[in-house]
């Protein structure tokens, strides 16, 4: 008996050590070719300048190309609804905010954000600082919120109805319970002079659009969204520490793979791979000109991380009866 047993023990052990082989093959087979990254805006913001960066570390350790294709348009959507529907098996998707705010305002959109994309990892933050104009009355947030309450509300500036900054200025306003009237500006470039020039009262904009502005005196932050102060500026605090826990609203960016198309075992060793490399010291530098911070997040965490976002900005869409545009 006990031979039989053996042999019995030696050909369940030799079919594991298959069963193993072939899944290692199956992880290293991934990917066959080159690899595209499609990043749902123009050439040179920080989402495309992050992929690239992500791109040229990635390409060596995975044996193929890595090119990034700019899809931008309709607020994002036009570049996720192509990353949706590939399937090629190569194609990957640089996502922001905005591709899980944009089925909330638009339901016909085309694509569901978590339906329809594996989660590679997270790719970086980027705080929010709530500003004012350098003529505006208001020194701390405080005063902001008394300048309201004397003009009996407040315009908040935004680069787009349903952007993160409208999102974001909608919050506070549920949360401090002051009226705003939202104008919505095509882009933050067209935004900051009406903001420098006083024609706006305040608004949630980006670290790296506001940076120069702050530094010249023309704009004032008094508060910024992030966990953390902010160390670039010195003195503002966070909204978390003025009792506004709700609006930790950073702008982000994470790595996707539509649905299906990519073995588990590929998606795991490019999440593996994705956080080795936003670990490396390269990616710190490089990241920290473009003024964001790496994320270094396993698949499962970001996935959680995707579905509480999309349902989060889901509820203050519904909440305060924010339309598309």
């Known amino acids: 008996m006990f031979p039989i047993r053996r042999r019995g023990l030696l050909k369940c052990t030799a079919a594991g050590a298959c069963v193993l082989a072939t899944h290692a093959l199956a992880a290293q087979a991934w990917p066959t070719k080159t690899v595209r990254i499609i990043v749902p805006f123009a050439p040179g913001g920080g989402a495309d300048s992050s992929a690239r960066v992500l791109g040229d570390l990635l390409a060596p350790r995975l044996g193929h190309a890595v090119i990034v294709e700019n899809k931008p348009g309709a607020g994002s959507a036009i570049g996720v609804v192509a990353a949706a529907q590939a399937r090629d098996g190569h194609t990957l998707l640089m996502a922001s905010n905005s591709m899980v705010i944009n ?3 638009t ?10 994309f594996d989660a590679v990892g997270m790719v970086s933050e980027q705080p929010l600082v709530l500003v004012v104009p350098a003529s505006s009355a208001a020194r701390s947030l405080q005063d902001l919120l008394a300048l309201a309450k004397a003009k009996g ?8 109805n349903g952007t993160l900054a409208h999102i974001a200025s909608e919050i506070f306003a549920g949360q401090a319970g002051l009226q705003i009237t939202p104008v919505a500006y095509k882009g933050e470039s067209a935004l900051l002079p009406e903001m420098i020039s006083g024609l706006v ?9 506001v940076a120069p502005h702050l530094k010249s005196g023309r704009l004032r932050a008094l508060a910024v969204s992030s966990p953390q ?3 670039d500026l010195p003195g503002v ?13 950073q702008g982000w960016a994470a790595l996707l793979a539509p649905k299906g198309t990519i073995p588990a075992e590929g998606l795991n060793r490019l999440s593996t791979l994705l956080m080795d490399a936003l670990a490396s010291e390269t990616v710190k530098t490089r990241f920290a000109a473009l ?3 790496p994320v270094v997040m396993n698949r499962q965490a970001s996935g959680k991380f995707l579905e509480a976002e999309a ?10 009866g924010i339309k598309a545009g």
């Open 311 to 320: 349902a989060r900005y889901a509820g203050v869409i519904k909440a305060r």
């Open 153 to 160: 509300g407040l315009t908040a500036g935004n680069s787009g």
């Open 229 to 231: 102060p902010v160390p």
């Open 237 to 249: 605090p966070t909204l978390r520490s003025l009792n506004y826990p709700a609006l930790e609203v």
């Open 291 to 293: 003024a964001v911070s």
């Open 103 to 105: 089925p909330s305002l």
């Open 107 to 116: 339901p016909q959109i085309g694509y569901d954000p978590v339906r329809d």
């Open 201 to 209: 009262d305040f608004g949630f904009l980006n670290l790296p659009s």
